[in-house]
């Protein structure tokens, strides 16, 4: 069994800078692949970036340029670095991890956090 538990959102302007965690405890392989996903009120579930285990990386289109992921194995944890945050990003966002990658797809991620809340606000 694999728990997640994310920190680090909270409220900023626009422009601003948030830094995500996750920290896994129980049986995460380094093998698993792990990603971020965000959900805003009244729309469905999307990703923003996932990382196989290999570390490479896939970015929803408006994520790129602007937000870094990133994981430490040892340490059993994941990172989303979010920066030129917009209105837009507001949601909660969710660490999911999960034997299997196949990219931005939520339905292959088995393990899940239960979110953090980010709000973009002027």
């Known amino acids: 069994q694999l728990q997640l538990v994310e920190s680090g959102g909270g409220s900023v302007q626009p422009g601003g800078s948030l830094r995500l965690s996750c920290t896994a405890s129980?049986?995460?392989?380094?093998?698993?692949?792990m990603g971020w996903f965000r959900q805003a009120p009244g729309k469905e579930r999307e990703g923003v970036a996932v990382?196989?285990?290999?570390?490479?990386?896939e970015y929803e289109y408006s994520a790129k340029g602007r937000f870094t992921i990133s994981r430490d194995n040892p340490k059993n944890a994941l990172f989303l670095q979010m920066n030129s945050l917009k209105p837009e990003d507001t949601a909660m966002y969710y660490c999911?991890?999960?034997?299997?990658?196949?990219?931005?797809?939520?339905?292959?991620?088995?393990?899940w956090g239960q979110g953090t809340q980010v709000t973009v606000s002027s």
């Open positions: 999911a991890a999960g034997p299997f990658y196949s990219g931005l797809v939520a339905s292959d991620f088995t393990y």
């Open positions: 129980g049986d995460l392989y380094s093998s698993y692949s």
């Open positions: 990382i196989d285990g290999d570390g490479n990386t």
